[in-house]
């Protein structure tokens, strides 16, 4: 019936596994829970592994650091049953019926693809954290995403995640890319987990500029098409007004008073926007 996935990196899983047994064991599914730490070397390792003693749950250990995608690939390939569900490690079901919604789901639509969306909680987190929280709340809520995703297996292994992407950023939207560009849907559904672990403004800024050297890998390494992201598309509407230089020497001026107001309690998201396009033009120039 359901084989469950929790790609795991330095993440104490137990309270997640613990719920999705509850309510897969309260409707009486045929199901597994596969979670598999990307060799992170974590101390919570130790609790992690206390999950192996629930039903039907299994937890391994990569020897090796694969990624995120290339961790779940090979989540899928050990799985067992007709559909994935795919959640990341630090999510956690808004209701006690989420597996039910999604068994019901697949009973009675023809899809094969579903994703169940994303929330944030409303409270304020630490101040070091509003960059992230704010993101989250005011564009990831809005965006398609792999953290909460149902997929059939078959379709799944037809087209996993492109192995090639070792570095972190945009292999969500590589992975979709590939499934519309081959005719499949993707359908949205009210069904979403919250996302707990945030991460200081500081190491999620480090990150974005991570995925965006990533994003210029996949882009001329044709992985990606310019109409898929909107950082691509601006920075084309600029080369065409010839300005990317200039672009890239008004961030490089600007980047450590942007950044003051990224670090800081009231980050602004156009302020974002404007620093990720700067700073992928300043890597293009």
């Excluded at 730490?37 to 937890?59: E, G």
């Excluded at 697949?106 to 969306?117: D, T």
């Excluded at 990317?244 to 309690?265: D, G, H, I, P, V």
Aim: charged share 25%; aromatic share 14%.
């Amino acid at each position: 019936m359901l084989s469950i996935l929790i790609p795991v990196y330095n993440y104490n899983v137990l309270l997640l596994v613990n719920e999705l047994v509850k309510q897969c064991r309260f409707i009486g599914i045929t199901f597994e829970i596969l979670c598999q730490d990307d060799a992170s070397n974590s101390s919570k390792n130790i609790i992690n592994h206390k999950i192996n003693l629930l039903p039907n749950v299994t937890f391994f250990v990569n020897e090796s650091n694969l990624g995120r995608g290339k961790n779940i690939n090979s989540l899928a390939r050990k799985s067992k049953y007709d559909w994935l569900l795919i959640l990341d490690c630090d999510t956690f079901p808004a209701q006690n019926d989420f597996i039910k919604k999604y068994v019901t789901i697949i009973s009675e639509s023809a899809e094969k693809i579903f994703f169940g969306g994303i929330l944030y909680e409303n409270k304020k987190p630490q101040k070091e954290q509003y960059l992230r929280w704010i993101y989250g709340q005011k564009r990831e809520t809005k965006s398609i995403l792999t953290s909460n995703l149902l997929i059939q297996k078959d379709v799944f292994l037809q087209y996993p995640f492109d192995e090639i992407i070792t570095k972190y950023g945009y292999e969500d939207l590589c992975f979709f890319a590939v499934l519309k560009s081959n005719h499949f849907e993707i359908s949205r559904i009210e069904n979403p987990t919250y996302h707990l672990n945030l991460e200081t403004s500081l190491l999620f800024l480090n990150k974005t500029k991570t995925a965006l050297e990533n994003l210029i890998f996949l882009y001329d390494s044709n992985k990606i098409a310019s109409e898929e992201s909107k950082i691509i598309k601006s920075f084309d509407f600029l080369e065409k007004l010839k300005t990317t230089r200039f672009s890239a020497f008004l961030f490089r001026k600007n980047q450590a008073k942007m950044e003051r107001n990224l670090l800081s309690q009231n980050p602004s998201l156009f302020l974002f926007d404007l620093y990720k396009l700067g700073y992928y033009c300043n890597l293009k120039k």
